[in-house]
């Protein structure tokens, strides 16, 4: 009746991961007290759980990226932890914890951190800089997001009962099949993977539609913010390459369950079908996390240095350049499985040409930097340490596409290295970059300028320490995913990463504080203006935090600069623009579909898993059910209330107002 589910699932004599799930337990046990004890579920139902609006669901993607960002950083301290002892030693890992570690730190980071991350900004950022109330499809919206938290629900699930995968974070044939591994994790990385790869395809779908078809008057392709634009491109990866993903998965998971032979060695399959599959998703996927990323270091770069992004229209083309040519490097990961010289030879000009994309928004960013107002704030520290460190992974990208290069170097922990340069230094330093830059735009007032800055160089010089002494090793013949280590003189080097991971340790410690010190000097660091960083986009002239319906009047874009250019007017007339005539808003009402949709999806998957095939029936039939209550509903938007409308823009104009009789006495410019 339970399937595969038996009391030997829970690892009662594995004692590290037993007391973790002891802590993790008591700890989500101990928020679901104090939230019972306060009496907050009304609060957090009506205006989180069942929530459509897009900064809400932006919000809790950022909350769940960094709640797993934390956890995928645990496991790289164990991992670095167990090389740096098990030198000539059996270190505290048993092997097979070891292999579930870094198969869960590679799956998390990229999946359940990153991208939540990511989705995250687009969701809050790109409909505010478009100049509208929400995306194309609000309720969709919510089903991705709760999908995507069952993805990661389910991974977490695995460290206390079954296992998770020992394959790495790609799970290649023929490891992967059920022979060489016939225990359930896999299974658990097939469908929280599955499962949240949905959720992100509809993501995709939504913020494609949402740019091309609900911008504000005036916002042509050319006026849009580049920040739209890098969110576009990555969509369109999103709907190109997450199909792929799914039907591989779905492939694989029919070899495990039914004893197909898609990628198995006999019966007419192929392993390396598998290898071309996953990387054609793979790559893109790369560009799909770095691409929002450049576009959040566009807004940074602009906004701190007091002038418009030097080239706008030549970044345009560098992004759509960059979304193309990453359909199109995928064989480079595997230069070494016999392609032959010729294919190699065409994959590697690839690589080398898709850099010139890169290339140039390097160039931009740091000629958008020459000779404006550099303005050195917590965000602009994270977008200067991107250059240089994205530079440095850039070049050992290129030198990676050489293919006699790469089969000296593959597999081994320079790679480890570049991939890690590019993905922190240009994906996670993006991340914290953005939300120092929009905190106030959620919350209403700032973060801690001190600990912020203190946070940026430990987590810098940190990074620096961790990851040098890797291309060392590399270039040495350490290669990926040692359990144990047998030569002493890769030590002085172990160590010294050791000592970087505590270096960064300090700068995570710090970015908590910072957090903490924020939000008890709030009043102090408060953002009554909306506008606190003086910047050029849309979204700054809102509110601070913006209003659910986000503008009480649809804005009228007639540049690309489209606030910039409002506040020169307001302040070259020394007046802001006559009173609108407010009228009501017609805005989605919250549902409740979504978070149905997670528990029946967890339901699900969980017992697909453990091959409980009734159990997994009945998820997917209440799953269905709860779809068809949904599409029943006779009302689906709801009036906000002219009186309303109108006392929120008035608050914002009596704001904007005392900054122009500042502004008036000073006689400055924005």
């Not at 699932?9 to 101990?30: E, K, R, Y």
């Not at 990226?65 to 000539?88: E, K, S, W, Y």
Request: hydrophobic share 55%; proline share 6%.
């Amino acid at each position: 009746m339970l399937g595969k589910l038996s009391w030997s699932a829970v690892p009662i004599d594995q004692p590290i991961p037993l007391i973790t799930s002891i802590v993790l337990i008591l700890g989500i046990l101990g928020v679901l007290g104090l939230v019972t004890a306060k009496g907050w579920w009304p609060y957090l139902w009506r205006e989180w759980i069942t929530s459509v609006d897009h900064k809400r669901i932006g919000i809790m993607y950022c909350l769940l990226g960094v709640v797993m960002l934390i956890r995928g950083f645990a496991d790289a301290i164990m991992m670095r932890t167990q090389q740096a002892v098990a030198i000539n030693a059996p270190g505290y890992l048993p092997p097979e914890h070891y292999n579930q570690i870094f198969s869960a730190h590679g799956t998390i980071m990229i999946f359940f951190a990153a991208m939540p991350l990511v989705i995250g900004f687009m969701n809050f950022v790109t409909p505010l800089q478009l100049g509208v109330r929400d995306v194309a499809f609000p309720t969709l919206n919510s089903v991705s997001f709760w999908l995507t938290a069952t993805g990661a629900l389910l991974v977490d699930v695995s460290l206390f009962i079954g296992e998770f995968a020992r394959t790495g974070w790609l799970p290649y044939p023929p490891l992967s099949e059920t022979a060489y591994s016939p225990g359930v994790g896999v299974d658990y990385y097939l469908w929280a993977v599955q499962i949240s790869g949905i959720g992100t395809l509809m993501t995709g779908i939504n913020f494609v539609t949402t740019v091309l078809k609900m911008r504000c008057p005036g916002m042509t392709y050319l006026r849009m913010p580049m920040f739209c634009w890098t969110a576009l491109a990555s969509s369109l990866l999103i709907v190109a390459v997450f199909p792929i993903l799914t039907a591989t998965l779905a492939m694989l998971s029919l070899d495990r369950f039914f004893g197909w032979h898609y990628f198995t060695s006999t019966a007419g399959g192929n392993p390396m079908m598998f290898m071309n599959l996953i990387w054609a998703w793979g790559h893109p996927e790369v560009y799909i996390l770095v691409l929002p990323a450049f576009g959040i270091f566009s807004e940074i770069f602009s906004t701190f240095s007091g002038k418009p992004l030097f080239g706008y229209r030549s970044m345009v083309a560098a992004t759509l350049f960059i979304c193309i040519v990453a359909m199109m490097t995928w064989l480079h990961h595997f230069f070494t499985m016999g392609s032959g010289p010729a294919v190699n030879t065409a994959f590697g000009i690839s690589t080398s040409i898709i850099a010139v994309g890169t290339g140039v928004k390097i160039y931009n960013w740091i000629f958008t930097m020459y000779g404006g107002r550099v303005r050195f704030t917590v965000p602009m520290l994270w977008s200067l340490g991107f250059i240089f460190t994205f530079v440095i992974g850039g070049l050992t990208g290129v030198l990676l596409a050489v293919p006699p290069a790469d089969f000296m170097l593959h597999n081994s922990m320079f790679l480890v290295a570049h991939f890690h340069n590019v993905i922190v230094g240009g994906v996670v330093f993006a991340l914290f970059a953005g939300l120092d830059y929009w905190f106030p735009k959620a919350f209403g007032f700032r973060l801690h300028e001190g600990w912020g800055k203190a946070a940026f160089w430990f987590a810098f010089f940190g990074f620096w320490i961790t990851f040098t002494p890797l291309y060392i090793l590399g270039m040495q013949g350490m290669t990926r995913r040692l359990q144990h280590v047998n030569v002493p003189e890769w030590g002085p080097m172990l160590y010294l990463s050791l000592f970087g991971v505590a270096v960064l340790a300090v700068g995570v410690v710090c970015q908590v504080i910072m957090l903490v010190v924020s939000i008890l000097r709030r009043e102090e660091l408060r953002d009554a203006t909306g506008d606190p960083w003086d910047g050029r986009s849309l979204e700054w002239a809102t509110p601070s935090p913006a209003p659910f319906f986000n503008y009480a009047v649809m804005p009228n874009v007639e540049g690309e600069e489209a606030y910039w250019g409002i506040k020169l007017r307001a302040i070259e007339t020394q007046q802001l623009s006559p009173e609108p005539r407010y009228e009501p808003i017609e805005m989605p009402l919250n549902s409740p579909v979504g978070f149905y949709t997670a528990v029946f999806a967890t339901v699900t998957g969980f017992s697909l898993i453990w091959q409980i095939w009734w159990l997994a029936a009945l998820g997917l039939a209440a799953a269905f059910a709860g779809f068809v209550v949904f599409a029943w509903r006779d009302v689906h938007e709801f009036h906000v209330p002219v009186e309303e409308v109108a006392r929120v823009d008035r608050a914002r104009r009596a704001a904007r107002e005392a900054i122009l009789a500042r502004f008036a006495e000073q006689g400055a410019r924005p």
